[in-house]
């Protein structure tokens, strides 16, 4: 058991923040990404995706630090997952995408699902942008529909654990800087307590978008640990979110960039869904997968 | 990155598997120590002519975790192997190498720590006990506290105020005590759950020269790390891992909506344990030798405390009902102990507020642990 991250991803990680830094604070999380360099790489014809899940979360992690906006990178995303085979054919579009994006093309949604009662999926791209309208629909059966839907699911709550993690760090500076009756903030035990108590909360839900990431990325299913993942960090960015706005005073609800953090904290519930909701949804899918686990067993014998 | 054992540990935890299955189930737990001891399991990490297989850290943890999966006594090896035998393989000189080191990693001595007194318990500054000395070593006098296992003990690590310095932290040095030895005595103070404390009163007991441990006076600097070599939490991982164990087989002895109900808890449950268990191998994983960074060790003790806490708490709420029922079955027993240990788990082994003041301290916040 080991957590270091090998030392590629070491460098997207630190590329995804650096890239995010040079960019204007206006800058979506798409001209983030695409500004790290590793866009060529994933419109590369043949061969299997370079980008795992895992990658993925690290770079959304950076993107939510920085509170970029998520939509249109969770789109190209959610595209490359369901329509690239390996072919070419959806990277080529996708190239031609990137390429036109860069000089301004503003399509917010490159791809439409329709969803039928068995749960099965129809991915279409007609009505999107015209680069990626010729490629064919993709039907996903229930199974590879949610399989979709998890990795989308923990994709978004490294992003949460990202926002989680900028209200922290944020919250970190301004303790150590404030002073109070001749001392400075964090060493008041009141503060300083809560910002610890929101790290630990904080290294917990990574850990579970790591998990759940590594698990997918491994070729096995994710399963509840997809929703449990989502569960954490939507509950731990929502605890940093407080604590930060707690930190400030306030100052947290004056200034621009604490009120945003705060608010995207809370969009992510509409994003992910509520904490309540999700650990609710972990469980029920937990203990239906046991018992469809503990059936197989008995049929085999 | 990977989230499961390597090859090296899954092989030491399946051998301490074999040891103990060979013993039977029923086998004397110190039987067991001896015979896992006599195959270099019980310290992995030390140097193979102290009775290790000269691995590293992360290795002797795997150990850890299948010693307290097989509810063997891993506190009384944490505090033998860890607290007190890597001070010693640390600062001791060679003769006390030579003379503790082997003994603790066979498996023949276990070992206490008398640090901790009533009114200097996480301030470790605090001590009144003494060391005087006299013409062939030192005469040490005061009352200890707190203290685990003493009773199956044949050394003790103690700190005693050798002077009254400049400071608070000056002034204080480490001695190895044998025991049972003239002028120990022990008080057994019962606890909710599991084996006393002991209360240890050291009337006058005289050591020799060769039992100070690290420089005189200067024992201070030597504390972090004896406290530190225990404090990766593993001791309460492994409670935590039972203690869910026991809840899930009550959760399944109940109506299926009852189960639904309870799902999101179980789930929740297990997402601090796995996380906690992470923590604590990247703990011993970013250890150089034995020297452990601080503030993630800070981290898995307190995750792996607040994980066993969660478990507790939650079975003690969810199954109160069953956990009164008689006849008690053996999972309500585990449980109904729970609820009684878990409370410490924030205060032994290092105060939560240490742990949180040393987590808040870092900059950037959360560093250590990505």
Known sequence: ?301 | MRFELDAVQQALAAEVGQVYESLGRDADPRKVMEHLGQERLLAVHYPVRYGGRGLPLAAHAAVCERLGELQLPDVAHLVSVQAVGCTILTYGTDAQKDRYLPAIAGGLLFASILLSETGAGSDLAGIETTAVADSSGWRISGTKAWSLHTDWSGLALCSARTRHGGHRQDGISLFLIDLPTPGVRLFPVARASGTPYFTVTLDGVHVGEDALLGGLHHGWALLPAAIGFERTGFDYLTRATRWLQAAETMLRRLPAAEQTELGAGLVGCRSKIESARALAYHAVNSAQGLDMDEIAMAYAKLACGRAAQAVARWAGREFSAALAAEPETPEAAVLRAAVDEAPEFTISGGAQELQLDLIASEFPIGAAVR
């Open chain 1, 1 to 301: 058991m080991n957590l270091d991250l090998d030392h590629s991803r070491r460098r997207l990680a630190q590329a995804a923040l650096a890239a995010a830094a040079a960019q204007p604070e206006t800058a979506s999380g798409w001209v983030v990404f695409d500004a790290i360099g590793v866009t060529g790489l994933l419109t590369e014809p043949g061969g299997s995706p370079p980008f795992g899940l895992l990658d993925w979360c690290l770079v959304l992690e950076s993107l939510g630090v920085g509170r970029r906006e998520l939509d249109l990178i969770r789109e190209v995303r959610l595209f490359l997952d369901v329509f690239d085979d390996g072919r070419g054919r959806a990277r080529a579009a996708f190239a031609a995408w990137a390429r036109n994006a860069r000089a301004g093309t503003q399509a917010r949604v490159l791809a439409v699902r329709r969803t039928a009662e068995d749960g099965s999926e129809r991915w279409s791209t007609r009505g999107g942008p015209p680069e990626l309208g010729g490629l064919p629909d993709v039907a996903l059966d229930p199974a590879a529909a949610t399989a979709v839907r998890d990795r989308d699911l923990v994709a978004c709550a490294s992003y949460a654990v990202g926002i989680g993690r900028g209200c922290l760090e944020s919250a970190r500076e301004r303790a150590g800087s404030r002073v109070i009756a001749k001392r400075r903030l964090i060493e008041y035990q009141g503060a300083a307590h809560q910002l610890a108590e929101s790290a630990v909360e904080l290294a917990g839900a990574r850990l579970a978008v790591w998990r759940s990431a590594t698990l997918a990325d491994e070729g096995r299913v994710p399963g509840y640990r997809a929703t449990e993942a989502a569960a954490a960090a939507v509950t731990a960015c929502l605890e940093c979110a407080h604590t930060a706005t707690q930190i400030f005073g306030a100052a947290g609800t004056s200034d621009p960039r604490l009120v945003s953090l705060h608010r995207t904290a809370y969009r992510l519930t509409a994003v992910c869904g509520s904490p309540r909701a999700l650990w609710r949804e972990a469980g029920q899918r937990a203990l239906a997968e046991e018992r469809s686990d503990e059936t197989q067993r008995d049929e085999d014998g």
